[in-house]
Nanobody, 114 residues
Framework: QVQLVESGGGLVQAGGSLRLTCAAP????????MGWYRQAPGKQRELVAT???????VYVDSVKGRFTVSRDNAKNTVYLQMNSLKPEDTAVYYC????????WGQGTQVTVSS
């Protein structure tokens, strides 16, 4: 069973920042699109950002200019830097691998207080 291990969630005030980290097995990480999804209470899961093995990125409109996805191929790790956080960013954030996502992390809670 492939394990994607996320960390970095927590509670932050609006306007603050958090950085999420996801470590993946190398054979999964190195060839694949890595991504971040989120699911807020009562809402459908939505794509937040993706990054290809070459570093090309895609973002959902609501996070453009505030979130940055990056990857360290030497460490088999993908990051999501979240700045200027808003209460509507509150959700469980999931790391994914492959496209469409075939592997999912366990999720990490991000809570933004107003």
């Amino acid at each position: 069973q492939v394990q994607l291990v996320e960390s970095g969630g927590g509670l932050v005030q609006a306007g603050g920042s958090l950085r999420l980290t996801c470590a993946a097995p190398r054979n999964i990480f190195i060839k694949n699109v890595m991504g971040w999804y989120r699911q807020a209470p009562g809402k459908q899961r939505e794509l937040v950002a993706t990054i290809t093995s070459a570093g090309s990125t895609v973002y959902v409109d609501s996070v453009k200019g505030r979130f940055t996805v990056s990857r360290d191929n030497a460490k088999n790790t993908v990051y999501l830097q979240m700045n200027s956080l808003k209460p509507e960013d509150t959700a469980v954030y999931y790391c994914t691998a492959n496209w469409p996502p075939g592997y999912w992390g366990q999720g990490t809670q991000v809570t933004v207080s107003s």
